[in-house]
């Protein structure tokens, strides 16, 4: 089942404007759990959720989630006989934020759950991963080079080219590991 192009700009418009709402109360869930985790400051922790809010692919992804949701919701309308535009009225008045439907109920656990997976330990030992790899990588690569390049000797005269050359190497090596263990983390995550 397919909407009209005047519906489909309706419904991104509604889905924008409203997953706002429903992310914005998630994060405060969100920010109840990392209080309780962390036991750092309120300040520090609001600091946090303003960068994770200020993302655009977070905001766009709360849009889609909704977006699916409704279109969900007014095809299941429209099998029972409403028209496109009185299943979208219908499912606007319910999933609206304020609203006090079980629909927008659902969207609210739905929110809520997102950000409960969530757990920030996991971010920080991706960037951890990352550093590792990244000092691990030069470290052994400029090794490599240097020791590759003459060592003290030649350092001077043409070695440094190989110890450059082999640190940028390491750093790649490192970036690949790097995204290797995101992968993994990622992996076991679902």
């Known amino acids: 089942m397919t909407f009209s192009q005047e519906i489909k700009d309706k419904m991104v418009q509604f889905a924008k404007e409203q997953s706002q709402y429903y992310?914005?109360?998630a994060e405060m869930t969100y920010l109840e759990k990392l209080r309780w985790k962390?036991?750092?400051t309120r300040s520090k922790i609001a600091a946090k959720l303003e960068k994770f809010k200020g993302r655009s692919e977070t905001a766009l992804e709360a849009q889609n989630d909704?977006?699916?949701y409704m279109s969900d919701y007014m095809k299941d309308l429209m099998e029972k006989g409403l028209s496109e535009e009185e299943a979208f009225e219908r499912a606007k008045e319910e999933l609206e934020y304020r609203s006090e439907s079980e629909r927008s109920a659902d969207l609210h656990?739905?929110?809520a759950r997102y950000y409960e997976m969530r757990d920030p330990a996991e971010y920080e030992a991706i960037g951890l991963f990352?550093?590792?790899f990244l000092f691990f990588g030069v470290s052994i690569g400029a090794l490599i080079g240097y020791?590759?390049?003459g060592g003290r000797e030649m350092f001077l005269t043409d070695g440094w080219i190989d110890?450059?050359?082999g640190a940028a190497v390491g750093a790649v090596i490192?970036?690949?590991a790097g995204l290797i263990s995101n992968a993994v983390i990622v992996l076991k995550k679902k």
């Open 109 to 111: 656990e739905r929110f």
């Open 38 to 40: 962390t036991g750092q």
């Open 66 to 68: 909704l977006l699916l």
């Open 23 to 25: 992310l914005d109360e």
């Open 147 to 149: 020791l590759g390049g």
């Open 163 to 165: 110890t450059a050359i």
């Open 174 to 176: 490192g970036l690949g």
């Open 130 to 132: 990352y550093a590792g």
